[in-house]
């Protein structure tokens, strides 16, 4: 296992439409979390799960967005309706459970919605 | 006020020189990470420290909790050393990040 991988590492789309991301965690990680990053600016948090459990939401996390891990493995982030204030660095990191929580991050999905 | 805040913003320096990145945190944490991220934004761990310092070749973090400070340094910094450095920091109690909004270092050969 070589680390987290994410796919797409790029997305364009049009305003309206909606996009999935998918994050695969290093495989034995039992915490995966995503976080969004705009131009210029630090990472912020969007969620994490612990296994297949989704255990917080931000409030960044409108009601456009759902992420999902079904199965506690790859988890998948989906943004409906995209607008353009979407456009940012979507960041996916994975860690194990417990402490000391240790994350480690993959290359990140960067959408752009025009 | 931001819960975490980073110093300088943005640094160029000399291929050689001594760096110091600051980072300030007004909150309750379990840990501290460094993080380097090159253009492209792919993101790479440096350091997790709870206390004390690490050491890790030409890179150095410290942290002194009761005064809630950390400190990257670098040492005969090099142009490959150019990125961002980002210091988050882990929340007591929810284990989830919060980030600075890094500093932009760049090295001159």
């Known amino acids: 296992d070589t680390g987290v991988s994410q796919n797409p590492r790029h997305k364009i789309t049009k305003r309206g439409q909606n996009v999935t991301f998918r994050c695969d965690p290093i495989s034995e990680h039992n915490r995966l979390y995503w976080y969004r990053q705009t131009l210029g600016q630090g990472p912020e948090f969007l969620t994490y799960f612990q296994n297949e459990a989704q255990l917080e939401k931000s409030r960044l996390l409108s009601d456009r967005f759902s992420a999902e891990r079904p199965k506690g493995s790859f988890s998948t982030l989906e943004i409906q309706r995209t607008e353009q204030g979407d456009s940012a660095m979507y960041l996916c990191a994975s860690s194990l459970d417990p402490p000391p929580y240790e994350q480690y991050f993959g290359p990140g999905t960067r959408l752009t919605v025009t | 006020k931001n819960e975490v805040e980073q110093s300088p913003q943005n640094l160029t320096a000399q291929e050689g020189e001594f760096i110091t990145i600051n980072c300030s945190y007004s909150?309750?944490?379990?840990?501290l990470h460094w993080l380097q991220q090159h253009p492209g934004g792919g993101i790479v761990s440096l350091f997790m420290?709870?206390?004390g310092k690490k050491k890790h070749g030409r890179l150095i973090a410290t942290i002194n909790i009761q005064e809630k400070h950390s400190s990257l340094h670098i040492t005969a910094s090099h142009p490959r050393d150019s990125a961002v450095y980002i210091c988050?920091?882990?929340?007591?109690?929810?284990?989830?990040?919060?980030f600075g909004t890094g500093t932009r270092l760049t090295i001159i050969p």
């Open positions: 909150v309750g944490i379990s840990a």
């Open positions: 988050a920091v882990l929340n007591f109690g929810n284990e989830k990040l919060t």
């Open positions: 420290l709870s206390s």
